[in-house]
């Protein structure tokens, strides 16, 4: 067993093991058109076998052993996390870990209603909600499963109401698709609380067809909202924070872009991604992942496998953002629907 490593463990440009992105399934209830289009996430796509993905116990022993190299902030995704049944007891599993300060979920909102008390009585602090548009015909067309706007919104009251605000909503704008929409989400969220992050299209994976010409860069967003409601910038509330914030003049609140394709963050990037197969990433647009499913069924111990994910981080060097090519977007990127955003 190696010497105790200060902590937390850096990687090669110094940044922070901090944020643990979990995946819980690779599983989707929609198919929106930027992540998970309906023409490869078909009827016949093969998800994950059951016996692969990891377990609420597995789960749980990485989190706690993670904790000790520095992860403070856990968040929970997908595919769509709430598929997953009784995430809640996960959700109770994690809480209590030591180090865990901020256990949060990124949901497409669609099955919160029913599930957001549960969820808070279990530990959950906050949620994150995808929503990409206020008008059926649009969300309808992003999502591609003819889901309401209603119900997310209905969602999004249901956490409220559990106490898991303020509540992020995030939404992906792409040119010809839903950036006529930038201004009728910042409308509506506007003296909520509730702080929408309007995130560049990005070529994730391989198969959403990406172009720069769909980018809808945040200069541009922020330029649209800050002609109708005056926008002062505001710097980040921790290391790491991919949102620019900015707030409304006229104290309506904050209003967020994750600028990931034309001003990329990766210098403050303290994310490791684990895929529902207990695979781990140390990049959203990594192309390959590193095996810590066998690791857990193998008996090794817990500072067997803190070495192994301390040693991983530390030779950690990506900054895809800051060196994309048109020859890196074509890339055979890992889905972001296997790995979480
Ligand atoms: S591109 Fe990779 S390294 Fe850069 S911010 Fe995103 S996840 Fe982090």
Redesign the pocket.
Known sequence: MQAPQPLPVLDTLGRPLHDLRISVTDRCNFRCVYCMPKEVFGRDHAFLPRAEILDFEEIERVVRVLTGLGVAKVRLTGGEPLVRRNLERLVAMLAPIPGVEDLTLTTNASLLAGKAQELADAGMHRVTVSLDALDDPTFMRMNDVGFPVARVLDGIAAAEAAGLGPIKINSVVRRGLNDHAVLDLAGHFRGTGHTVRFIEYMDVGHSNGWRMDDVVPAAEIVATIDARWSLEPIGPAYRGE?ANRYRYRDGAGEVGVIA?VTQ????????L?LSADGQLF?????TRGHDLRGLLRSGATDADLADSLSALWRVRD?????L?TADTVELPKVEMSYIGG
């Open positions: 991919v990931s990329p963050f990766c210098g403050d990037c303290t994310r991604r140390t990049c959203l647009f990594a990506d900054r895809y953002s800051e994309r």
